[in-house]
């Protein structure tokens, strides 16, 4: 017998139908309590007394200033069919005038539950008064905004009544909010199944517009033509439903996209650029500034646009120092640099914003960042005459963070780079030789073949003037390794350094 069955049997007549309507809230306070007891009351037996003795009797839970039935009684009471239909409609009624009255606000948390003055709470009492279109657009409210509390309760409540037919399984406002509530918990493998559900409907609001946009950026390595084709109509909903901030943000992913592919830049710097209009219209600068750092990554990679791209970066720049936005401004800072490498002449500013980028990365904490830039200067420095000793030290500066972070490919990567460095260093090979093994070893652990087969690649050239046989067997096997990865350049490249190792011997 449940501790409910045993507390119904030693109780006045009665009992179970005042239960069940307590069950209909979510959590109490004395006084709502005896205003629900007074729907469903014991004949003979005062509110009161009965909530007084009910709260002792181990089936009730505190919560600061409020309380709740133990979750097994509750679940057990909305699923009896004890109370009649109209009284627990009434009761829902009676919690849903607690919420929507702002006089009470001031008493919430103390005499009246606080969950009442939140959509969730009063999406749960519409939908259990029989109002589900009120219901469904308070559901909908409930996961407007910044990740809350409310925002679980919601979904819980949402589940709940679903489980106990209150209301259907699989609307879409309660499927959004199920899913948001996952992917903020961390749990993004159970979330887009349910994003996707909601991406398939054909209702133009904001749910459908936000799941394509999560739906697309899962798609857009793999399935190309079904991303772009969801974030086109992600867009097309936001500037049908009035919401342009989506469609900046969707038009920066939708740019993300067609960046990728080297026939589509002109299409992407107009989605970037469009972008970046809306957000500057809307007051937007934390938008501005990331979008305007993408545009300049673009241009980067693009013939005679360095001067573009290097404004792009620098306004990125100047609104992020505005905002005391660190964290971007390290990020930029090293792409800045990144493009200022590779320009001749501008090596010293290169290195300026390295350095820069490292010191905010340190104050703020983020040493992955740091060991990254370290590795970017490092391979700055490699190419400057006299700086073998700088280029060393911030190789190995990365690797202790690294290490330190246990990020074991960041290790192997940066072991590849140091290795490199070392075999053009007269009487440094040996080194040079442990670098690459020990970078070799990492990528074996990890079975990261793209690796294995670049470093396997940079090892057999590295020693093909010592050894022309272990040079050729290196080479081989980053040959057959991207034979098997299918990566055609690379490949290429491979057997023309075959080909000139040969020679040697």
């Not at 409910?4 to 809230?25: N, S, V």
């Not at 963070?401 to 246990?406: G, K, P, R, S």
């Not at 080194?431 to 990890?446: C, F, K, P, V």
Request: contains cysteine.
């Amino acid at each position: 017998m449940s501790p409910l069955r045993d507390f119904i049997q030693a109780a006045p007549l009665g009992t179970e139908e005042a239960l069940a309507a307590l069950a209909c809230a979510e959590s109490l306070t004395d006084s709502v309590a005896v205003s629900i007891y007074e729907r469903a009351p014991i004949p003979g037996l005062d509110a009161r007394d009965f909530i007084s003795a009910f709260k002792y009797s181990g089936l009730t839970e505190p919560r600061n200033s409020e309380w709740n039935l133990a979750p097994a009684l509750r679940r057990e009471l909305l699923a009896s069919p004890a109370l009649d239909a109209g009284v627990r409609k009434a009761v829902h009624q009676l919690l849903l005038e607690f919420g929507r009255s702002n006089a009470n606000r001031a008493r919430a948390g103390s005499e009246i539950p606080a969950y009442l003055f939140t959509h969730a709470g009063l999406a749960y009492h519409f939908a259990g008064s029989g109002d589900l279109d009120d219901a469904m657009a308070l559901y909908s409210e409930a996961s407007k905004g910044e990740f809350t509390g409310a925002q679980w309760l919601g979904a819980k409540l949402a589940e709940e009544q679903e489980q106990n037919g209150v209301i259907p399984r699989g609307r879409v406002e309660t499927t959004f909010l199920r899913a948001w509530v996952l992917l903020h918990e961390g749990h993004r493998q159970a979330a887009m199944p349910l994003f996707r559900k909601v991406a398939k409907t054909d209702l133009p609001i904001r749910e459908v517009a936000i799941s394509l946009h999560l739906v697309g950026n899962d798609n857009n390595r793999g399935q190309r033509r079904e991303a772009e084709g969801e974030l086109r109509r992600s867009i097309d909903i936001g500037e049908e439903i009035g919401n342009r901030l989506h469609v900046a943000q969707t038009l920066h992913s939708l740019a993300n996209l067609l960046a990728r592919q080297e026939d589509r830049f002109d299409e992407a710097e107009k989605a970037y650029r469009r972008s970046v209009e809306i957000d500057e219209q809307l007051g937007n600068q934390f938008g501005v500034a990331q979008t305007l750092h993408s545009l300049a990554n673009l241009l980067a990679r693009r013939d005679g646009c360095f001067d573009e791209a290097e404004k792009a970066y620098q306004r990125s720049l100047e609104i992020l120092e505005g905002l005391h936005d660190q964290f971007g401004v390290a990020q930029t800072l090293h792409s800045l640099a990144n493009l200022l490498s590779r320009r001749e002449g501008r090596f010293d500013d290169a290195e300026k914003a390295y350095r820069r980028s490292t010191e905010i990365g340190e104050e703020i904490g983020n040493r992955f960042h740091v060991a990254q830039t370290f590795h970017s200067l490092a391979n700055l420095l490699a190419r400057r005459e006299g700086r073998f000793d700088d280029a060393e030290k911030a190789y190995q500066r990365s690797l202790q963070i690294l290490e330190d972070l246990n990020d074991q490919f960041g290790v192997a990567q940066t072991l590849h780079s140091l290795a490199n460095l070392l075999a053009r260093k007269e009487g440094r090979f040996d080194d040079a030789e442990n670098a690459y093994q020990r970078s070799i070893a990492i990528g074996e652990r990890l079975n990261n073949d793209r690796h294995l087969a670049q470093v396997l690649m940079s090892y057999g050239t590295a020693i093909a003037s010592r050894s022309v046989r272990r040079a050729l067997s290196l080479l081989h096997r980053s040959l057959e390794i991207e034979r098997r990865r299918g990566n055609q350049r690379f490949i290429r490249m491979v057997e023309r350094r075959i080909k000139e190792v040969r020679k040697l011997g």
